[in-house]
């Protein structure tokens, strides 16, 4: 593990950056992307152009507490569908969402989201080509949502307002139904691939106030963390619970190694859980005078690569590498595969003043191979997509339009 700390190559990728564009396998107007499979072949979708805000007047105030001023917790979702190769399955019944909560399972074949209509959120499995099943019963819930899903759908953690309007968390299984998180957790932040484990918020005492302010943990990961705020605790399922801080809010998390990495109250100090063998760093430490402050970050599922992202300046990081992030890219854009052999990000700006495009770079750290990317869109609101091998990428517009690039190298007769 010392590899991540010494002995590591410092390689340059601004060169990378003038890499040959690549073009698209799959373009996609009129429509939203919501969410993508971790293969890269399926998507949540809903029609593009109906932008009006959802009513839903005591919802909204219910949720308001969590959400940064003018963001818009809920989403209008009209002919919301699943979509694969222009093929489009429609998903009828929800007039709305909320933000942020869809999640599909790794082949896209099992959604849970919080979703909702005429003034109802309620945590939802779909199954393509069944029928809905709510995973909260009326009674113990007034709004629910959901968090997280594993890699086979069998297993979603998600949390609740109850009729007090205090938030708890739960965790769902197949065949085995709900239960909330025992103390100290109080409220999930994510589940891992296999469905084992999960990364909670947490405290030593079970407060109603506390749990109130876990919920902005959820819903809203960029507000401030404050004296008194829970702390970060990960939990084999059946175990007991291993507190990484008393006081903090995971950034980042690995959800095939177990490896987290977390911010406290001290200002500008990040700390690194590497999973696959229990060791902590502080996060200036790997990165080692690359950084002038390192302020947020992002890992791979297996824990081998890991972004730092500082005030000006951002680094890549593998057990032998240790890689500057090229200038022109969006440090919180940045996408892994799941074994960090390849790396994506979002440029900020286009090309030229007024041009109305996206733009993307992706590089294979192993074979040293980038590509540029670019699809039509609003440069300044787009998503990025990178599936778990590394080389399905998609490109999305906030208001519309998507395109699926195939990156995988040709096989050689």
Not at 219 to 237: E, F, N, Q
Request: net charge positive; proline share 6%.
């Amino acid at each position: 593990m010392r590899r991540w700390l010494t002995g590591m190559a410092l390689a340059l990728l601004a060169p990378a950056v003038l890499a040959a564009a690549a073009a698209p396998q799959l373009v996609v107007d009129g429509q939203v992307l919501l969410a993508q499979s971790a293969d890269g072949r399926v998507r949540l979708v809903h029609r593009a152009g109906d932008r009006a805000a959802v009513s839903v007047p005591a919802l909204t105030r219910a949720l308001a507490p969590y959400h940064r001023a003018g963001r818009e917790p809920l989403v209008r979702v009209p002919a919301l569908a699943w979509e694969q190769e222009r093929r489009f399955t429609p998903l009828d019944g929800f007039d709305y969402l909320l933000a942020g909560s869809a999640r599909l399972s790794a082949d896209g074949g099992t959604l849970a989201v919080g979703a909702g209509r005429e003034g109802a959120l309620d945590a939802w499995l779909i199954r393509r080509g069944q029928a809905p099943e709510r995973m909260l019963p009326t009674a113990m819930a007034r709004y629910s949502s959901v968090t997280d899903i594993s890699a086979d759908g069998r297993t979603v953690v998600g949390w609740l307002l109850d009729r007090q309007s205090v938030a708890r968390g739960f965790l769902w299984r197949e065949r085995r139904g709900v239960r909330l998180l025992p103390g100290p957790l109080l409220l999930p932040l994510a589940v891992s691939a296999d469905g084992t484990g999960l990364l909670a918020s947490s405290d030593r005492e079970d407060r109603d106030s506390l749990r109130r302010k876990a919920l902005s943990a959820v819903l809203d990961p960029d507000a401030a963390l404050l004296p008194g705020d829970p702390g970060v605790s990960l939990w084999r399922i059946g175990e007991s619970p291993t507190q990484l801080a008393a006081e903090g809010r995971a950034l980042a998390y690995a959800r095939l190694q177990g490896a987290v990495l977390w911010r406290t109250r001290e200002p500008g100090r990040l700390t690194v859980r590497l999973g696959h063998e229990s060791q902590t760093f502080e996060a200036d430490a790997l990165a080692a005078g690359q950084v002038d402050r390192v302020s947020g970050g992002t890992m791979a599922a297996n824990g081998r690569a890991l972004l730092l992202q500082g005030r000006q300046h951002s680094v890549l990081l593998t057990p032998m590498q240790k890689l500057p992030l090229p200038a022109g890219l969006q440090a919180d854009s940045v996408t892994f595969s799941s074994d960090g052999r390849q790396v994506a990000a979002l440029f900020r700006a286009s090309d030229r003043p007024g041009e109305r495009a996206l733009r993307a770079w992706w590089r294979d750290l192993a074979q040293d191979d980038s590509r540029r990317l670019r699809c039509a869109g609003d440069p300044a609101a787009g998503r990025l997509f990178l599936s778990a091998d590394g080389y399905r990428l998609t490109l999305a517009g906030q208001a519309g339009g998507y395109c699926v690039f195939d990156l995988a190298p040709e096989v050689q007769p």
